[in-house]
């Protein structure tokens, strides 16, 4: 069996261990609070390897996209390749994703595989990778500040908006200009130009709900403030 094979797989039971031992030792929170604990590790570590292997171990994935994959890329696709499988199972049998997030945990396993069977473009992988998972531990804080009863108030509003910030700019900007960077490069093969093409039309689908959130939670704040003087007035008069 293939070494790749075998790393997949353990990371695939490392994942489901980490999960098990997270609903026996803290039950009473949940199978999603769990799942979701999870999920936090992993950003936060995918976010760290990817960090390392862009800005200190190389190559620099705007200038040499396209070259053989390394020993510490193959190692992040395969951690992160064992986590998407877990999750997109997890979500499937509890149904708790709708068709856009299962479309992006599906393309990003499909774009991790194909990733180490070329055994290239795998400091794109990496760096695509880094600008998926840097917003994740901030989406997460926000589900468990909502179900602790914490997320109305600075904080809420405070992960909010470093979240859509944080998302505009690694997904929208810097992953345009990475996109444009692959599109030009001779070295990439063009089912990988496609597949980048592909997650950031994606990425455009998830912005567009997050506008849309945006703008709800602008008009909530700035109808809330104008209530606020209102009542500020009026207790003034009185």
């Not at 999870?38 to 040499?64: E, K, M, N, R, S």
Request: proline fraction near 3%.
């Amino acid at each position: 069996m293939s070494p790749l094979v075998l790393g997949v797989g353990a990371c695939l039971a490392g994942w489901i261990a980490l999960y098990a031992l997270l609903c026996y030792t803290n039950g009473s929170c949940g199978y999603e609070w769990n799942c979701r604990l999870v999920t936090l590790f992993h950003g936060i570590l995918a976010v760290c390897i990817t960090a390392y292997i862009g800005y200190v171990d190389g190559p620099w994935p705007f200038t040499y996209p396209g070259t053989k994959n390394t020993p510490l890329q193959i190692t992040a696709l395969v951690v992160s390749l064992g986590y998407f499988i877990f999750d997109m199972a997890w979500c499937v049998y509890f149904r708790t994703e709708g068709l856009v997030m299962l479309a992006h945990h599906t393309m990003s396993i499909l774009g991790i595989l194909l990733t180490l069977w070329l055994e290239e473009s795998g400091i794109e992988s990496c760096a695509v990778l880094f600008g998926s998972e840097i917003t994740n531990p901030l989406l997460q804080t926000r589900w468990f500040l909502k179900h602790s009863g914490r997320y109305d108030g600075f904080l809420g509003d405070a992960v909010d908006a470093l979240f859509v910030l944080l998302f505009v700019c690694m997904r929208i900007f810097v992953g345009g200009a990475m996109l444009y960077c692959e599109l030009i490069s001779p070295r990439p093969k063009f089912i990988i130009k496609c597949g980048g093409v592909a997650m950031y039309a994606l990425s455009w689908v998830f912005m567009v709900d997050i506008g849309r959130f945006a703008y709800r939670k602008y008009q909530r704040w700035t109808n809330g403030h104008r209530a606020a003087e209102v009542n500020g007035r009026d207790a003034k008069r009185d």
